[in-house]
């Protein structure tokens, strides 16, 4: 059983496209996040939720938007997508928001053309 | 704020030699420290953790020990396989969600 899961796991995608992807968690966990990884490795934190509210919002274009239907889901959506967008984006869970392990999804290769 | 410092990549190793990755911490507080892995194409998984000062965190033939007199929490294996080449990630977590290093890659080669 998959812990922390998103789809898809590969987007191509055009520039000025709208995407979105998903991830689940069926850990029973209350705090879920969005990274995004550059070709470096470096990861970035870009938003935090908690109990469906959002927590942390870093400095993230509001071209990215996530919404959060329940404790267990956790989506984000692109809009007017740009070749800067072009990134691994990884979603993670923890039981709460600070000394917890966090538990990563496999992440989502997005290529934007 | 808080933040972590880890030895620059890429380390390249022959099979059975000696890894250290060495990780230095900034911190307010007593936070946790992690120790994470990103196998190629997948996501991060949790290597080993410490939570206190004088913790040994181990997995997998990895140690990590927590020293909070030099804010550091470096990462051992006494023989490495071509199987721990990967990227390593050094993350602390005190009163704010996890702060990560900016990675190490390992390449062990036959």
């Known amino acids: 059983d998959t812990a922390v899961s998103q789809t898809p796991k590969y987007l191509v995608t055009q520039m000025g496209n709208d995407k979105s992807i998903k991830c689940e968690q069926n850990?029973?966990?209350?705090?879920m996040y969005w990274y995004k990884q550059d070709s470096k490795k470096f990861l970035k934190i870009m938003f935090s939720?908690?109990?469906?509210?959002?927590?942390i919002n870093e400095t993230v274009p509001n071209r990215f938007s996530p919404k959060s239907p329940d404790k267990a889901h956790l989506n984000l959506h692109i809009n007017s997508l740009e070749l800067g967008d072009s990134a691994v984006y990884f979603c993670?869970?923890?039981?709460?928001?600070?000394?917890?392990?966090?538990?990563f999804g496999p992440g989502t290769r997005l290529l934007v053309l | 704020g808080d933040s972590v410092t880890q030895m620059e990549g890429p380390v390249t190793l022959s099979e059975e030699a000696f890894l250290t990755i060495n990780c230095t911490y900034t911190?307010?507080?007593?936070?946790?420290l992690f120790w994470y892995v990103q196998y190629p194409g997948e996501g991060l998984q949790l290597l080993l953790k410490?939570?206190?000062?004088?913790d040994k965190g181990s997995n997998k033939g990895f140690e990590a020990t927590y020293r909070k007199e030099t804010t550091s929490f470096h990462l051992e294996k006494g023989s490495v396989q071509v199987s721990d080449s990967a990227v390593y990630f050094c993350?602390?977590?005190?009163?704010?969600?996890?702060?990560f290093g900016k990675g190490t890659r390992l390449s062990v080669i036959a």
């Open positions: 911190a307010t507080g007593y936070p946790s």
């Open positions: 410490a939570t206190k000062a004088d």
């Open positions: 939720y908690n109990n469906k509210e959002l927590i």
């Open positions: 993670a869970s923890s039981q709460q928001l600070s000394q917890e392990t966090q538990y």
């Open positions: 993350a602390l977590s005190g009163n704010t969600p996890l702060v």
């Open positions: 850990l029973g966990h209350d705090t």
